[in-house]
């Protein structure tokens, strides 16, 4: 069983930037298909980011603002977020799916919110 801990999330401003982290306690998760949603209250979870092993996949409203990207060695993957918006604010959750067997992980999430 693969845990997924989340980190970096907190207060801040308006065009400001912050970097979430999702640590996985095994390296096979190196392997895995990596994505980042994200949930407004009362609203479904949206996919923000993936990422595999070769490619990467951003929505429309986070493209040129957020970059995700991977550190194998400390089986990391990261969530570059620039330019934030108050329309960004939400609680961020790892995913990653081990496209093998089909198994599929969450994290807890961690708070973003975007205020002046």
């Known amino acids: 069983q693969v845990q997924l801990a989340e980190s970096g999330g907190g207060l801040v401003q308006p065009g400001g930037s912050v970097r979430l982290s999702c640590a996985a306690s095994?390296?096979?998760?190196?392997?895995?298909?990596v994505a980042w949603y994200r949930q407004f209250p009362g609203k479904d979870r949206e996919l923000v980011a993936a990422?595999?092993?070769?490619?990467?996949h951003y929505t429309d409203s986070v493209k040129g603002r957020f970059t995700i990207s991977r550190d194998n060695a400390k089986n990391t993957v990261y969530l570059q977020m620039n330019s934030l918006k108050p329309e960004d604010t939400a609680v961020y959750i790892c995913?990653?799916?081990?496209?093998?067997?089909?198994?599929?992980?969450w994290g807890q999430g961690t708070q973003v919110t975007v205020s002046s």
């Open positions: 995913n990653a799916i081990d496209t093998l067997v089909g198994n599929d992980y």
């Open positions: 990422i595999t092993t070769t490619s990467t």
């Open positions: 095994e390296s096979s998760f190196r392997t895995y298909q």
